[in-house]
DNA sequence: TAATCCATTACCCTTGTGGGTAATTAAAAT
DNA sequence: ATTTTAATTACCCACAAGGGTAATGGATTA
């Protein structure tokens, strides 16, 4: 038993969501599990907020249809305070954009509340350790609102990606200023060296990437999480 | 027993992947569970999909780091084919673009080589009823790449249009060009207008966006996904 | 010791960029 | 009917960008 605590630490969880019923539900289904505990309850998003703010709890179920400030709203204000906390969008219905909304709005999850609770259960357990998880009803909604492959530029320069040579730490240094939009002047001046210097590094990033211009060379750092 | 088999049917597997021992890593990890079955397994993506033509599985754990065709063209093949089979693409790094990729490709799933062999399981039966699941280390990459909320006019002229001024139609044709890393000249040519006109849009994009330079806005219309 | 890689600097040259200003036309809103 | 907005074109100008080529010193590696 004290194994199970050390083992799997407790996972801290706050309900918000207007309908008594539904939230008594969830408590008692997600209480049921030894490694949870419902630590706050809400029936709106602003109250909701400040109880977050005060328990920290590692994941927060969020109803999306609320009275008075929607889930949404909720979501992005909760990701502004505490920005670690996990966030489960629940729902009764299922509108296109409001999946697409939650999900880029700080939800990690995504589910109907016609979930089986202890399928829901799991779900939490897989979103405290950040997984995304979409209900199998929605799931084809989100997936097709992202940008299509012919739009990153994934499959064409096979070759160029293959044999891919590593920048070195000053090219890292000079992408960074890159990226924020320094000119090679600028980008001299803060690494304190001359913009010839400043261009050569410029120039062999350029290379090592494979992109015709500094344009593609942030958009490509910026997709592909290098800085 | 018979009864196991009524209640959870078999969930049929197909493995795509080059390394042999992850071949049989995976065969092993999935076949220990009473209720999936590996049907089929390759070492490359045309017999690969050959084979899942023929043995028609419910999910397909493709790996993406294939020699020859790449799991991103495999998988839109396999879309072609058989749309209803599920896939869960399986991968050792963690690009941030070949996530988006991969998702948008038909990857109903996506999971880095050091999972656990038994959530691996879990996934595959979740991704079998159509769930999207998402590894934590790349899950933010994946939300991150979703249009967001003030583009999709979700929260209507609240947030959205307070200090910003909207981009014109024609501003955004420019700007999509812009963030691919076209120069004014090319613009201009692919929406056949002079070099000025393009140059006066790029003009307005870079003041209505309050940033100095095309590589800013080129940076921020991707964090923004305004594109 | 020799070879290699990296950071640094420098030059020339062509093309692109961005600011400013301003005129024309068509469409849409008042 | 009048005003506003968007798109288009045009000009000038200072400066930046990126390609090419090449030299130097320092550090690491073979």
Redesign the pocket.
């Known amino acids: 038993m004290s194994e199970a605590l050390l083992e799997k630490k407790c996972i801290k969880i706050a309900i918000v969501e207007d309908f008594k019923l539904t939230r008594v539900g969830l408590r008692c289904a997600l209480n049921a599990n030894e490694d949870m505990s419902v630590v706050a309850e809400s029936e709106d998003a602003v109250e909701g907020l400040k109880l977050i703010e005060r328990t920290k709890p590692d994941v927060v179920l969020m109803d999306l249809g609320l009275p008075g400030m929607n889930g949404i709203e909720a979501m992005l204000k909760l990701k502004e305070i505490t920005p670690c906390t996990k966030i489960i969008a629940l729902t009764s219905h299922d509108r296109g954009e409001e999946v697409v909304a939650a999900l880029s709005s700080g939800a990690n999850a995504y589910c109907l509340k016609d979930i089986d609770p202890q399928k829901l259960a799991d779900v939490v357990r897989d979103v405290a350790k950040g997984v995304c998880w979409i209900d199998p009803v929605v799931a084809p909604l989100a997936l097709s609102s992202l940008p299509k492959v012919e739009n990153i530029g994934f499959l064409p320069d096979k070759s160029c990606n293959e044999g891919r040579v590593?920048l070195?730490?000053?090219?890292f240094?000079?992408l960074k200023h890159?990226v924020l939009g320094?000119?090679?002047?600028?980008?001299?001046k803060e690494?304190?060296?001359?913009?010839?210097?400043?261009?050569?590094?410029?120039?062999?990033i350029?290379?090592k990437m494979c992109?015709?211009?500094?344009?593609q060379?942030a958009v490509k750092a910026v997709k592909e999480g290098m800085v």
């Open positions: 590593p070195t730490e000053r090219e240094e000079v890159l320094k000119s090679n002047t600028e980008i001299a690494l304190i060296v001359s913009v010839h210097t400043a261009k050569a590094h410029v120039c062999s350029l290379q992109v015709n211009d500094r344009v060379a």
